[in-house]
Nanobody, 124 residues
Framework: QVLLVESGGGLVQAGGSLRLSCTASGRTFSTYVMGWFRQAPGKEREFVAAIGWSGGSTSYADSVKGRFTISRDNAKNTVYLQLNSLKPEDTAVYYC?????????????????WGQGTQVTVSS
């Protein structure tokens, strides 16, 4: 069992920045592919970014490329999502997820564990 706990969400003005963190329990964090997803009100949950075991491989949704950066610190069992140049359309609950696979996937079904989510609200 893996417990994921997100933090760092909040209210920010358009153009601002936030850094989300997700800390995982367990001693095998370095073997998980980690991903971030988000869900806006009335919309389906969507892929945001993912990172491979060592942090050397990353993938981003087109809507956040160049603005968001995913990173991880395996010594701290933590994955981060740096959100820059935020837009009102980035408003959503952001979830981190852990996958047992060896490849980066953008589909929810490939992820085995999920956090409870953290709210990000961007005002115009």
């Amino acid at each position: 069992q893996v417990l994921l706990v997100e933090s760092g969400g909040g209210l920010v003005q358009a153009g601002g920045s936030l850094r989300l963190s997700c800390t995982a329990s367990g001693r095998t964090f370095s073997t998980y592919v980690m991903g971030w997803f988000r869900q806006a009100p009335g919309k389906e949950r969507e892929f945001v970014a993912a990172i491979g075991w060592s942090g050397g491989s990353t993938s981003y949704a087109d809507s956040v490329k160049g603005r968001f950066t995913i990173s991880r610190d395996n010594a701290k069992n933590t994955v981060y999502l740096q959100l820059n140049s935020l837009k009102p359309e980035d408003t959503a609950v952001y979830y981190c997820a852990a996958s047992f696979t060896s490849r980066i996937y953008s589909t929810m079904g490939e992820y085995n564990y999920w956090g409870q989510g953290t709210q990000v609200t961007v005002s115009s």
